[in-house]
T-cell receptor
C-alpha cells in the first residue's frame, strides 16, 4: 500500500513569492490533515478535511494561506505571499475517518520550506 | 486547551542502555495517547498508542502505560539500539483535541555504539 505522498520535498523561495504544496493521501482515506512543524517543535494542525469539506480550519492564517481538496482526494496548500516566518516543514496526514483516537493518522515525509 | 509536555532533550545513551522519555498531558475528558517517531529524513510514524486508562501500548520493544491518576504516558525501552536514534513525539487526541493530534515538542534520542 502506498503511503501519503507529498511534493515537493524541498522548496526555497524569496519572501513575497507564492508557493504551493501538494498531497496525495492513502487511497480510501476520507480525512486529510495539514500540519505545520517549526524547527524543534511538534506539529500543529492547520486544517482538517472530511472528504472535500474543510471541517476545522481555525488555525489556518487565512490572510495568506489557502487550501483545497477537490473531489475529496488530493489536496493543495498555498501561501501567498510567503513571509520569512513561514519557513518550516509542512506535513500532510490522512486517516480512514475522524475518530477519538481509534484511527491512526499516517504522515507523509513533509515539504521543507525555506523563505529567504 | 489540551497540551502535552515532554522531557527536555536531547537524550544520549549507549547501546543496550535503558530508555525513559517522560510525557505528561493536560486534557479534558478521556483522550487517546500516542507516541510517534520521526527518523531522519522520514515522516512521522506511529510507534504505539493507548486509548483508555491503564492500557499499555507496545511495539518494537517500546512500552508506555496510560496513567490517568498522574496524567502521564512515559515511553520506555529496556535495551536501546543505534537504530532507535530518532525524534520521539508524545501526542493526544480527543477532548478539545477531537479530530486532531496535539503534540509535545519532541525529544531527540541519540544512541551510540
Amino acid at each position: 500500500e502506498a503511503g501519503v505522498v507529498q511534493s515537493p520535498r524541498y522548496k526555497i523561495i524569496e519572501k513575497k513569492q507564492p508557493v504551493a504544496f501538494w498531497c496525495n493521501p492513502i487511497s480510501g482515506h476520507n480525512t486529510l490533515y495539514w500540519y505545520l512543524q517549526n524547527l524543534g517543535q511538534g506539529p500543529e494542525l492547520l486544517i482538517r478535511y472530511e472528504n472535500e469539506e474543510a471541517v476545522d480550519d481555525s488555525q489556518l492564517p487565512k490572510d495568506r494561506f489557502s487550501a483545497e481538496r477537490l473531489k475529496g482526494v488530493d489536496s493543495t496548500l498555498k501561501i501567498q505571499p510567503a513571509e520569512l516566518g513561514d519557513s518550516a516543514v509542512y506535513l500532510c496526514a490522512s486517516s480512514p475517518r475522524t475518530g477519538e483516537g481509534s484511527y491512526e493518522q499516517y504522515f507523509g515525509p513533509g515539504t521543507r520550506l525555506t523563505v529567504t | 486547551g489540551d497540551s502535552v509536555t515532554q522531557m527536555e532533550g536531547p537524550v544520549t545513551l549507549s547501546e543496550e542502555a535503558f530508555l525513559t522519555i517522560n510525557c505528561t498531558y493536560t486534557a479534558t475528558g478521556y483522550p487517546s495517547l500516542f507516541w510517534y517517531v520521526q527518523y531522519p529524513g522520514e515522516g512521522l510514524q506511529l510507534l504505539l498508542k493507548a486509548t483508555k486508562a491503564d492500557d499499555k501500548g507496545s511495539n518494537k520493544g517500546f512500552e508506555a502505560t496510560y496513567r490517568k491518576e498522574t496524567t502521564s504516558f512515559h515511553l520506555e525501552k529496556g535495551s536501546v539500539q543505534v537504530s532507535d536514534s530518532a525524534v520521539y513525539f508524545c501526542a493526544l487526541s480527543g477532548g478539545t483535541s477531537y479530530g486532531k493530534l496535539t503534540f509535545g515538542q519532541g525529544t531527540i534520542l541519540t544512541v551510540h555504539p
